[in-house]
Each structure stands twice: as C-alpha cells, then as structure tokens.
Nanobody, 120 residues
C-alpha cells in the first residue's frame, strides 16, 4: 500500500515561493502517475499538476508558468515548486498517486494534505 507523507506549505506573502513535498513510503513512486490537487472550503478539489510515469507534465491554466511538478526517484519524493504565489493560491494541497493516472479527482492514494496560505 502506498502511504504518501506530505511536508512543506505554510504562510507566504503574495509573490513569494514555497515548495511542497510528498514522500512515498512502503512503495516506489516511480511506478505511479502522481498529481497535486488543492481545495478551499466549500469548493471541489481541483487538479493543479500531474506527472506521469514517462515524465510528461500537465498543469492547470491558473498555475502554468508559476508551478513546477517534479519527482526525485532516489528520494522517492514528489515536489511542487510554487512561485509568484497569488492570494487565490491559498488552499489545502494534496498529493495523489495512481496507475493509470486518475480521472478528475478520482485517484486511489492521497496524502494527508498541507495548508498553503498566501497573504497580501
């Protein structure tokens, strides 16, 4: 079973940067399609970025050019580097894993979530 342990996040001023981490425990993440999602109260969880097993990436239009998804197979860890953060990036962020890639927010394994708060 894949256990995803998230770290990073926190509070940052608009325009700043943060990096989220998602460590795979008990299984190797290189076998899985990986994704980052975010959710704010009262709204549905939305996809932010996806990294498939061949290294292809996709991003939500709202984060293109500002966020980068990557994976370090040696550390078995997924990352989300976030820069030029905006107030609207404030949300709980989740990593997810599945094979094949999940559809929408239907992914099998989820991290515990980490809060990102962007202030003016």
């Amino acid at each position: 079973q894949v256990h995803l342990a998230q770290s990073g996040g926190g509070s940052v001023q608009a325009g700043g940067s943060l990096t989220l981490s998602c460590e795979g425990r008990a299984y190797t993440l290189s076998y899985y399609c990986m994704g980052w999602f975010r959710q704010t109260p009262g709204k549905e969880r939305e996809g932010v970025a996806v990294l498939d097993t061949e290294g292809s990436t996709t991003y939500a239009d709202s984060v293109k050019g500002r966020f980068t998804i990557s994976k370090d197979n040696a550390k078995n860890t997924l990352y989300l580097e976030m820069s030029s953060l905006k107030l609207e990036d404030t949300a709980m962020y989740y990593c997810a894993a599945d094979w094949p890639c999940g559809v929408g927010d239907k992914w099998f394994y989820w991290g515990q979530g980490t809060q990102v708060t962007v202030s003016s």
